[in-house]
């Protein structure tokens, strides 16, 4: 019998290349990366970029970098003025391996049927606020009925805002709701084009200035309207280089632990405060009452999975997916998991 040298390849040659391939280390399989491509939020109300939380803490300290020197790998972060909806195209597009995102925009992206794992918390019980027009009487999301309200689709902000809106019965259909993105949300009630916004801390700013006032936040209603963020990867990347994610879940906690030390808040404030062009008293403001080392809290518990789980219902509720899934079912084999000590108190 006659065997092509082609056809003997594929009898021997091949799956012996396939079983070295297997056999090689992880760091042998990744040497093919260069560069992982990181995709925030940009929340900058200035020149310079800032998604707040970990990512300026991980940019300013060149924490992945650093992680990453070694083997060559470049970190390229991308900051999107489009916030979520843009992220969830570029991660469809295979454009970006990890974003750091409110809850809905990654919830979005889930449902409609990206490829993306869950790999870490990045933020809890994370304020929002009413900003309406200095004058207008208006004190409580009751008084907002049939009043043009701005709300950035897509983004943890409307999911926020429809959460707010529940806990008092009201849902969107009861304002002339107007999709805005956060900055120009902000320059049409200074011009009070609008009768209100809700948003971060930001609105302050325009307090601050008379141009604003801010009757009520999240805090106000119980907690009801509180966001999280979370750290999720492309599905590709993370299967194909799961030791490449655990080293950078182990940077991002080299963050987590500089922002939880209380007394690198201020220098927290005076960061984020610099990159975002805020004036500092916007965050001394918001953040007088929050422990940071709860707030970036990174571990994937229950109480967090919960109201995660929550969110996704909230949004097929509202109709801003098609429909629910289960949590459980996103999260990545290297998810950020809480210390055995944290999982016994949780079982109490």
Same mark, same amino acid.
């Given at each position: ?6 056809r ?17 280390p992880?760091? !042998? ?5 260069? #560069? ?9 109300? &200035?020149?310079?970029?800032? $998604?707040g ?5 991980l940019?300013? /300290? ?15 972060w991308?900051?999107?003025? $489009?916030? $979520?909806?843009?992220?969830? #195209?570029?991660?469809?597009? $295979? ?6 995102l ?13 490829d993306?794992?869950?790999l ?19 004190k +409580?999301l009751?008084?907002?009925? &049939? ?6 689709r897509? +983004?943890?902000?409307?999911?926020s805002?429809?959460a ?32 209100a ?10 307090? #601050?200035?008379?141009? @604003?006032?801010l009757?009520?936040? +999240?805090?106000?209603? *119980? *907690? ?8 999720? &990867?492309? %599905? ?9 994610? /655990?080293?950078?879940?182990? @940077? ?14 201020q ?6 405060s %610099? ?17 940071? %080392?709860? +707030?970036?809290?990174?571990?994937l ?13 909230? !949004?097929? #509720?509202?109709?801003?997916i098609?429909k ?12 950020t ?7 016994a108190?949780?079982? &109490?």
């Open positions: 019998m006659n065997l092509s040298i082609n003997v390849f594929s009898l021997f040659a091949a799956p012996a290349l396939a079983a070295v391939v297997g056999w090689l992880p760091l !042998a399989q990744a040497a093919a990366v260069r #560069e992982i491509r990181i995709a925030v939020p940009d929340l900058s109300a &200035g020149t310079q970029h800032s $998604g939380g970990v990512t300026d803490v940019r300013n /300290q060149q924490l992945l970098e650093k992680a990453f020197a070694a083997d060559g790998i470049t970190i390229q991308n900051y999107f003025k $489009g916030a $979520g909806p843009v992220i969830n #195209e570029a991660f469809a597009n $295979g454009q970006v391996d990890f974003a750091y409110g809850d809905l925009a990654a919830i979005i992206g889930k449902a409609n049927g990206v993306t794992r869950l870490a918390a990045t933020g809890r019980g994370i304020k929002h606020y009413l900003g309406v027009a200095p004058g207008s009487g208006i +409580t009751q008084d907002l009925k &049939g009043k043009r309200v701005a709300i950035f897509g +983004t943890a902000s409307q999911l805002f429809d707010a809106l529940a806990s008092q019965g009201l849902s969107e259909k009861d304002f002339k709701v107007i999709n805005l993105d956060f900055n120009a949300a902000v320059a049409a009630l200074a011009a009070r084009q609008i009768d916004t809700w948003g971060l801390s930001g609105l302050t700013a325009l307090q #601050e200035r008379g141009l @604003a006032e009757p009520l936040n +999240t805090r106000d209603l *119980g *907690g009801a309207g509180s966001i999280q963020a979370v750290l999720v &990867g492309s %599905g590709a990347f993370v299967d194909a280089h799961p030791e490449l994610v /655990q080293r950078l879940l182990e @940077a991002q906690q080299q963050a987590v632990q500089w922002l939880s030390d209380e007394s690198n808040k220098a927290y404030i005076q960061l984020v %610099g990159l975002a062009s805020y004036p500092p008293v916007i965050l001394e403001r918001d953040l007088q009452d929050e422990v940071l %080392g709860q +707030t970036f809290r990174s571990s518990d229950q109480p967090f999975l919960d109201q995660l789980q929550a969110s996704v219902d909230l !949004a097929a #509720e509202q109709r801003l098609r629910p899934f289960k949590v459980s079912q996103w999260l990545a084999p290297q998810a998991r809480p210390a055995p000590a944290a999982l108190a949780d079982r &109490g």
